[in-house]
């Protein structure tokens, strides 16, 4: 059983990822934002599968990247499940619209920066779990800590007010895509 989640996961989240993926190409927020909540689901799952299969001496880097993706699918599973809910079904005031609404680039929005850093060190600590068998093994091993790097940049952005509502929407749709583009190699377990 533990082999099969340890494969399955990551195909569920190639799935998601995928979904988002074509949901930000075409414009369907509501698409993504119910593809990012089983991205969180699938990639608890696969930071555990890491845990799990890592040698002995990198079990703990294992136990941090469970953690770590377990506060990131926290934060995210808030973020959407407002935007499918309350921010989809209800009039909100101009405010309450400026703070919920994740196209307003407001809390929500910065939250789920911040659940995205999260995420960028649980697979940091994955990649700490690879032993490099292989040439695929070796590259599997940069990209989880090269995405890593990411966390710098999802933590500081909001602070710096980078992100405005009115950026053009081509620009973070770009942005997301690439992302997809290089996570879709770290599903590999």
Same mark, same amino acid.
């Given at each position: 059983?533990?082999?099969?989640?340890?494969?399955?996961?990551?195909?569920?989240?190639?799935?998601?990822?995928t979904?988002?993926?074509?949901?930000?190409?075409?414009?369907?927020?509501?698409?993504?934002?119910?593809?990012?909540?089983?991205?969180?689901?699938?990639?608890?799952?696969?930071?555990?599968?890491?845990?799990?299969?890592?040698?002995?001496?990198?079990?703990?880097? =294992?136990?941090?990247?469970?953690?770590?993706?377990?506060? @990131?699918?926290?934060?995210? !599973?808030?973020?959407? /499940? $407002?935007? #499918? *809910?309350?921010?989809?079904?209800?009039?909100?005031?101009?405010?309450?619209?400026?703070?919920?609404?994740?196209?307003?680039? =407001?809390?929500?929005?910065?939250?789920?920066?911040?659940? @995205?850093?999260?995420?960028? !060190?649980?697979?940091? /600590? $994955?990649? #700490? *779990?690879?032993?490099?068998?292989?040439?695929?093994?070796?590259?599997?091993?940069?990209?989880?800590?090269?995405?890593?790097v990411?966390?710098?940049?999802?933590?500081?952005?909001?602070?710096?007010?980078l992100?405005?509502?009115?950026?053009?929407?081509?620009?973070?749709?770009?942005?997301?895509?690439?992302?997809?583009?290089?996570?879709?190699?770290?599903?590999?377990?």
């Amino acid at each position: 059983m533990n082999k099969k989640i340890g494969v399955y996961s990551p195909i569920a989240n190639l799935i998601a990822v995928t979904y988002f993926a074509l949901s930000m190409l075409f414009g369907f927020d509501y698409g993504s934002y119910f593809s990012s909540m089983f991205i969180a689901f699938s990639f608890v799952l696969m930071m555990c599968g890491y845990a799990y299969f890592a040698e002995k001496e990198s079990k703990l880097a =294992g136990y941090v990247s469970i953690a770590f993706s377990a506060i @990131y699918t926290g934060i995210i !599973l808030l973020v959407y /499940f $407002a935007q #499918l *809910t309350t921010v989809r079904l209800n009039e909100l005031t101009p405010q309450a619209a400026i703070l919920l609404d994740f196209q307003h680039c =407001g809390l929500l929005f910065n939250y789920d920066l911040l659940g @995205y850093a999260v995420m960028s !060190l649980a697979t940091f /600590f $994955a990649g #700490l *779990t690879v032993t490099s068998r292989t040439k695929a093994d070796q590259w599997l091993k940069y990209l989880l800590m090269i995405h890593g790097v990411f966390f710098i940049s999802c933590l500081i952005a909001p602070m710096f007010g980078l992100f405005k509502a009115s950026s053009p929407t081509w620009a973070g749709v770009a942005v997301l895509e690439f992302w997809c583009l290089f996570f879709l190699p770290c599903l590999r377990e």
